[in-house]
């Protein structure tokens, strides 16, 4: 079930691999969302603290980070697991050639395999999490009277 301890490099740089790029489109996404949905709405000079320009960019944001980064999950699933679920081994943990022979043996569509569920996930918890984390700031912030 677990692989062995000397795998951990691997599972740390695909990871890394991954997340990185995920998190930085997240963020990216989240400001220009929110720049975004105030440019739009310009009746209130509060309207950045609104709950709702939180909850949609948020949900923006998680949404076009995880349908982006898609590819690069299912490498990192793919050599996370090689050999538990099936006997394929791909040779070496460098993630290029493995998105290569993805692609060579299964085609296009095998690189965005689990999209649909990994967006559908993204976009509401990423929501929750910008919503909770713009207000617990806000909160922190108040000034006691």
């Known amino acids: 079930m677990f692989?062995?301890?000397?795998?951990?490099?691997?599972?740390?740089?695909?990871?890394?691999?991954?997340?990185?790029?995920?998190?930085?489109?997240?963020?990216?996404?989240?400001e220009g969302a929110k720049k975004w949905l105030l440019h739009i709405d310009t009746s209130d000079e509060a309207a950045e603290d609104r709950l709702s320009v939180q909850l949609i960019a948020g949900g923006l944001a998680g949404g076009a980070a995880a349908a982006v980064t898609t590819?690069?999950?299912?490498?990192?699933?793919?050599?996370?697991?090689?050999?538990?679920?099936?006997?394929?081994?791909?040779?070496t943990t460098a993630v290029l050639p493995v998105l290569r022979r993805i692609i060579q043996e299964e085609g296009w569509s095998a690189i965005w395999r689990g999209l649909k569920p990994r967006v559908l996930f993204s976009c509401p918890a990423a929501a929750v999490s910008w919503g909770t984390y713009e207000s617990v700031k806000a909160l922190l912030q108040e000034k006691p009277e």
Do not use: N, W
């Not at 590819?71 to 040779?91: A, C, N």
């Open 3 to 30: 692989r062995a301890m000397d795998d951990y490099p691997l599972i740390c740089r695909t990871t890394l691999f991954m997340t990185i790029p995920f998190t930085a489109m997240h963020f990216s996404v989240y």
């Open 71 to 91: 590819p690069l999950d299912v490498v990192k699933t793919r050599l996370q697991t090689e050999g538990v679920h099936s006997p394929k081994r791909y040779g």
